[in-house]
């Protein structure tokens, strides 16, 4: 556990996780309801990737479980992927 794992911090990188939502309703719904969460800047969705993912940039340090917590109330899950790219 460390900050960078367990937290989404400003910055032009962003956190990506993956969701096993589908449908584009269903992931503008999670975008949504993530865009209420303070400190989000704004959340990026491909629909290319399989499973589909969640790109989230914030304004200031924001909870990875905040994040998860606010994507399990629409009925999806969001699960976070590596810190940067390889």
Known sequence: MSLLSDNVIPGNHGKVFGTNAKDPQALAKIKSALELLDGIKDVLINEEAFPRELTVHTNK??????????????????????????
Not at 63 to 81: F, L, N, Q, R
């Open 61 to 86: 340090i924001v909870s990875v479980k905040d994040i998860e917590d606010i994507v399990k109330g629409t009925g999806y899950h969001a699960i976070p992927k590596n810190q940067f790219p390889l």
